[in-house]
């Protein structure tokens, strides 16, 4: 319960739509502990692959701090050495092979009869080697086969883990899905969404977790995660100052993106081009309800600026987020 839209959006933002501290100091420990046991797996398993000290990431939303509750899953980028494998270009971001000399005996032993490493073959690898390491449940390949899911015995969330390689052209190849390898550098995510944070005084991470929230709670087609999350770090980037009112900042975000969601949004670490890949039919029923939720916190926000009425303008943002937004009193 709260007295002002300002109380009532803090009080959501705590009990609804972030992590919970507690909960996300035992999985940064946990993730730890895991790092270390993945770090000591060469020693541990027959034939599995040197890692390459130092180049494993810590990764996606979690990392990035722009998770929301509940914590599902937690992604790591594991990196190994390439004991002297080369790569070949064939789309540029987007499909590579990674080509093995006999020298490198158990990264050969991955690969296809033309001594191409097998990106299926290696996350299976991986799996088999990581469901060795003890308290937790289980292991298998992700469902597009590009990574490792450790599932957990004591806790809500699982980890991703993905194998990767670091090229000399200074971004990683990861599995593809299909046996070979596409590019990646989620260290470009990681600058961007901290210098967007930055540049607005730590406002904006705040934001992308509320933002997610409304479009995971909200009927409409879902828009893809990572393709939202860089819209909106786009929109404030370019923005010279944001309000110090949440309220604000989500009408101007509403407002811009109703129009901006039929636009490409170029991947910012230039590998996987437009990420907006929502069809016609999806976009229409994402922009009617996106001019339902601007319109409902314009009359939201009159009603708290104008009116001084705060208990009907509370009411109105739970017509945007739901029962679960704070009652007046």
């Known amino acids: ?66 998770k929301i509750h509940p914590l599902d899953d937690i992604d790591l980028l594991l990196t190994f050495s390439a004991d002297g494998a ?41 799996v088999s080697a990581i469901s060795q390491i003890e308290h937790y449940k289980s292991a298998e390949t992700h469902r597009r086969q590009e990574a490792a899911t450790l599932n ?24 593809d899905g299909s046996g070979q390898w596409k590019a990646s550098d989620p260290r470009v995510d990681q600058e961007l969404a901290e210098k967007v944070n930055k540049q607005h005084s730590g406002k904006i991470t705040q934001i992308i977790r509320l933002l997610k929230y409304w479009s995971k709670n909200t009927s409409m087609p879902t828009i893809p995660s990572y393709f939202f999350e860089i819209m909106i770090l786009k929109f404030f980037e370019n923005r010279a100052e944001v309000s110090d009112w949440i309220d604000v900042n989500l009408i101007n975000f509403w407002t811009y993106f109703k129009t901006e969601i039929w636009n490409g949004v170029q991947d910012p670490k230039g590998f996987q081009g437009n990420l907006n890949t929502l069809e016609f039919e999806e976009i229409l029923k994402i922009i009617s309800k996106v001019k339902e939720a601007e319109e409902k916190a314009r009359e939201a926000y009159k009603l708290e600026t104008v009116d001084k009425d705060q208990k009907r303008s509370i009411e109105k943002w739970a017509e945007i987020f739901g029962s679960d937004f704070p009652v007046y009193g």
């Open 86 to 126: 080369t790569y070949t270009t064939h789309s540029f971001g987007k499909r590579y092979t990674l080509n093995v000399p006999q020298t490198a005996g158990n990264l050969y032993r991955l690969t296809n009869e033309d001594g191409s490493l097998n990106s299926i073959k290696f996350v299976n690898k991986l």
């Open 152 to 175: 957990l015995s004591s806790y809500e969330w699982n980890f991703d883990i993905v194998p990767s390689f670091y090229t000399d052209t200074g971004y990683y190849l990861i599995p």
């Open 1 to 66: 319960m709260a007295l002002t839209v300002n109380e009532s959006f803090k009080e959501f933002n705590k009990d609804f739509v972030n992590l919970k501290p507690e909960r996300t100091i035992l999985a940064r420990s946990s993730r730890d502990w895991l790092i270390n046991q993945l770090l000591n797996l060469p020693g541990k398993v027959d034939f599995f692959p040197s890692l390459y000290a130092n180049m494993s990431i810590k990764y996606g939303s979690f990392a990035r701090n722009s």
